[in-house]
Antibody, heavy 121, light 108 residues
């Protein structure tokens, strides 16, 4: 069964950085894209960006440009999301999700991690 | 940037039909996907490419998309269907993902 396992909860001070990991189960990493989606308390889903596991190519939502970096380590089937200059309103649950589809314009997220709670306090 | 609009809430009784709308400019030309999120859990894909169901999703869940509106329909609603439902599209040429604001289903 395909699974995405995320790193544990983090508590950070304003201005600090956080790096969240997302490890894919075997044979479910290369050939896919991995998205990061966050959800502030009581709010909806907010897309942050994605990384192609094969090329390492990335695309970020405009509001996170300059603060977010997405990377991957294919040798351990793990994607990372690094968010810098944390603010109080970055407090949220951060999800990784596998993107798939016959072409980009049809892309959806078929497998999600359990989420990582990041608290800025 | 592209915007998807969802009503904040829908309420139906058990056994009834729940319909969730998702509005966007020329949305019928895009591929729409739907996610269910129960409290404290990660989202789960329930409909992809407008009307297809992933394995394990009951036939009670169905989708359609035409004009400026996509619709997720849940037939014979059960108490366990209570959740937030989000629509999602891929915005081209920005290659960005867009989510709707979500609709909360209350089963009366």
């Amino acid at each position: 069964q395909v699974q995405l396992e995320q790193s544990g909860a983090e508590v950070k001070k304003p201005g600090a950085s956080v790096k969240v990991a997302c490890k894919a189960s075997e044979h479910t990493f290369t050939g896919f894209d991995f998205h990061w989606v966050r959800q502030a308390p009581g709010q909806g889903l907010e897309w942050m960006g994605w990384i192609n596991a094969d090329s390492g190519g990335t695309k970020y939502a405009q509001r996170f440009q300059g603060r977010v970096t997405m990377t991957r380590d294919t040798s351990i089937s793990t994607a990372y999301m690094d968010l810098t200059r944390l603010r109080y309103d970055d407090t949220a649950v951060y999800y990784c999700a596998r993107g798939t589809g016959v072409a980009l314009i049809y892309y959806y997220m078929d497998v999600w991690g359990e989420g990582t709670t990041v608290t800025v306090s | 940037s592209y915007v998807l609009t969802q009503p904040p809430s829908v309420s139906v009784g058990p056994g009834q039909t729940a319909r969730f709308t998702c509005g966007g400019n020329n949305l019928g030309r895009k591929s729409v996907h739907w996610y269910q999120q129960k409290p404290g859990q990660a989202p789960v894909l329930v409909v992809y490419e407008d009307s297809d169901r992933p394995s394990g999703i009951p036939e009670r869940f169905s989708g359609s998309n035409s004009g400026n509106t996509a619709t997720l329909t849940i037939s014979r609603v059960e108490a366990g269907d209570e959740a937030d439902y989000y629509c999602q599209v891929w915005d081209y040429p920005s290659d960005h993902v867009v989510f709707g604001g979500g609709t909360k289903l209350t089963v009366l």
